[in-house]
């Protein structure tokens, strides 16, 4: 039998009336499925960046990316967070559902909105930063909001180029949780959290399923 207390600590009504003040990494995207990867990229940014919580924000269609082959929404919830069960700082959700827009300028405005008492920075990998420029009012998302980009295996050196152009005011982790996450500083900030890169992928894992030779 499942623990309520677990099931619970995914409920986004519980999550925007919390009246603690946290410092909060938001993880948007389609977790189509999600995969060890998605959990790598939560552990690097919590443990460099001190962050209380990670909220992974299950998209209910993301408008880059094609409906043939989504899963629908309760099913990569689900699988989401049976992934992430054991990370007690992991929260899924999807609050977009509710909304009524995947687009994550607004996302963004509304969740500051909600939660004034939280400190929230956008999480992402390197290899969506490669492709920043191609999502609706990122220059707005940019200025509302500070970025941490976690390295992903062949898109460094992309990755922090298109940071240098689109992106203003880079800062190493350290500092980037210091000024921004604790301090005075708001956006726009960025850092990029290099290390160990995780391999894994929600492509490669469907073609896998598809062909029958994954797990």
């Known amino acids: 039998m499942a623990d309520p207390g677990q099931a619970r600590r995914h409920l986004t009504p519980d999550l925007f009336h919390d009246g ?8 948007g995207g389609s977790f189509n499925p999600a995969h060890e990867g998605h959990l790598h990229l939560s552990d690097s940014a919590a443990r460099q960046l001190g962050l209380d919580e990670v909220w992974w924000l299950v998209s209910p269609q993301n408008p880059l990316k094609q409906r043939d082959g989504m899963a629908p929404l309760r ?22 559902s509710g909304f009524g827009s995947a ?10 909105r909600r939660c004034p008492q939280h400190r929230f920075c956008w999480l992402m990998g390197a290899d969506n930063l490669v492709g920043f420029s191609a999502w609706q009012r990122h220059d707005v998302i940019a200025r509302t909001i500070p970025i941490a980009v976690i390295d992903r ?55 896998a399923d598809r062909t029958g030779t994954g797990a």
Request: glycine fraction near 8%; aromatic fraction near 8%.
């Open 75 to 96: 099913t990569r919830l689900d699988g989401a967070r049976h992934l992430a069960a054991a990370r007690r700082k992991i929260r899924v959700i999807a609050p977009e």
């Open 153 to 207: 295996p062949g898109y460094s050196y992309r990755a922090l180029s298109k940071g240098g152009l689109l992106l203003r005011s880079r800062l190493s982790p350290r500092r980037f949780a210091a000024a921004v996450l604790r301090g005075p500083k708001r956006p726009p900030a960025w850092c990029f959290i290099a290390g160990r890169r995780h391999h894994a992928s929600a492509t490669a894992l469907r073609q």
């Open 103 to 112: 687009l994550t300028w607004q996302t963004v405005q509304t969740l500051r």
């Open 20 to 27: 603690r003040r946290l410092r909060i990494g938001l993880f």
